[in-house]
């Protein structure tokens, strides 16, 4: 019985500074792609260690809309809604061989445990013998497996289910770039660049049967990057990214819809509060099929006060369209951390979406923006709270029978978050 307790202690505290994966905690905060380390250190055994993201939150929002649907809107109420978590497995297979599964234990939208994915990451390659491959593997990095696909940087900035720590807000952009999918990634670092280059099978889910429609192909997506990300003195520091996603033809694209867990507003402009409809607060222009996708985004830090920005532009069609669309949509926020060391924080979001839809044989242009103010204050690395202000609008251009037609949703949420 002791060598048991001591098997599943050492698996829990193994392996806590192994591998080039963002901590889970205060400390992963504005990373991006995580650069390579100088030295993985000597490999004497599998390694495991485990990590967890809690959020447990309590909202007071309050909805209303011009759409005559045949279902009112949900009435809501002030409470507690229900917590999620996830659960986040490395382990060290070899020097610089990691691999990470991350496990959604409780969701909105899956209460049953669902795993989001896992991928092995290769910063070294011990079983390939010789220079060249020491020096390629010095500044390159190779994913492989079923990842959330590094387009753009707003990803690294949102929150992820139970994961609500990197974002100094409640909830993720309108339209939510966030997907998992199969293949792999390289990533090389050369001084302050970042070069990215990815392909993929464009589905957040395996696929082998051929589609239904004799007109729709299966495609692969190419997803590239590139990011310049100084330093310019003590104080100041600078980031630009631009990225790319592209695939001609996927039949289950889910590049604005592929987030299984769920939004952080629940229940607003919904007529309905079930699984089913875990996407409350968000917007997708429904582009299942062909997408051609650009994200520019800009980070900067000058002391506690940092901004980060989102400009993104996307064109792309339902599997049973014929002609593209295109959406858009801006993103700013100002965040001032202060305090011994910067535990607390006060912030402002701006966001505002436009979309050309169908409904029917009508063509509109669908507008949403959103105002957020929030505050917060880690209590150790691990455990932050956070409250929120939301006023989220809708335009006009709904359609009369759509329950979002001049749509509101206003109110606050507070968060507690633990991670480690």
Do not use: C
């Not at 992963?28 to 055994?45: A, H, M, P, S, W």
């Not at 998992?180 to 099978?201: H, M, P, R, Y």
């Not at 310049?228 to 630009?240: A, G, K, T």
């Not at 694209?253 to 299984?260: A, E, F, H, K, P």
């Amino acid at each position: 019985m002791k060598k048991t307790y001591l098997i599943i202690i050492t698996i829990l505290i193994s392996g806590i500074t192994f591998g080039q994966i963002r901590t889970n905690d205060k400390r992963g905060i504005n990373v991006f792609e995580v650069k390579k380390l100088d030295d993985y250190g000597k490999f004497d055994g599998v390694k495991v260690k485990l990590g967890g993201n809690f959020t447990q939150s309590f909202q007071t929002l309050d909805h209303s809309s011009d759409g005559v649907s045949t279902t009112p809107l949900n009435k809501l109420v002030p409470g507690f809604n229900t917590a999620v978590a996830n659960l986040i497995v490395g382990t060290e297979l070899a020097e610089g061989v990691n691999l990470k599964m991350d496990v959604y234990l409780s969701a909105r939208h899956h209460q049953e445990t669902w795993v989001k994915g896992g991928y092995i990451q290769f910063d070294r390659l011990p079983f390939m013998k010789g220079k060249l491959f020491d020096d390629i593997m010095k500044i390159t990095t190779i994913k492989v497996g079923h990842f959330e696909i590094n387009y753009g940087d707003s990803h690294y900035r949102r929150s992820d289910n139970g994961n609500s720590m990197y974002n100094p807000f409640v909830e993720n952009n309108i339209m939510d770039a966030f997907a998992t999918e199969i293949g792999a990634e390289v990533d090389v670092f050369v001084k302050d660049f970042t070069f990215v280059g990815a392909i993929t099978n464009g589905k957040i889910k395996g696929e082998i049967l051929e589609s239904t429609n004799p007109d729709k192909k299966h495609y692969p997506a190419y997803i590239g990057k590139v990011a310049f990300d100084r330093q310019l003195s003590d104080l100041v520091r600078l980031r630009l990214s631009g990225s790319l996603y592209y695939t001609a033809g996927s039949v289950s694209n889910t590049l604005y819809s592929g987030d299984r867990s769920g939004s952080h507003y629940y229940g607003v402009l919904e007529t309905a509060n079930t699984t089913s409809t875990f996407t409350s607060g968000r917007f997708s222009p429904n582009f299942s099929d062909k997408v051609t996708a650009f994200m520019g985004n800009i980070f900067i830090k000058a002391g506690g006060l940092e901004s980060f920005t989102t400009i993104e532009s996307a064109t792309g069609r339902a599997k049973d369209e014929v002609s593209e669309r295109t959406a858009n949509q801006f993103v700013s926020d100002l965040v001032y951390r202060f305090g011994k060391s910067e535990q607390y924080w006060l912030g402002a979001k701006y966001n505002s979406v436009k979309s050309e839809m169908i409904s029917g044989t009508t063509t509109y242009d669908a507008k949403i923006d959103r105002v957020a103010f929030s505050g917060g204050w880690f209590f150790t690395k691990n455990i932050m709270a956070k409250l929120e202000y939301v006023n989220q609008n809708y335009g006009d251009q709904f359609p009369a029978n759509d329950y979002r037609k001049n749509g509101n949703f206003k109110g606050f949420v507070l968060e507690a978050v633990v991670s480690f």
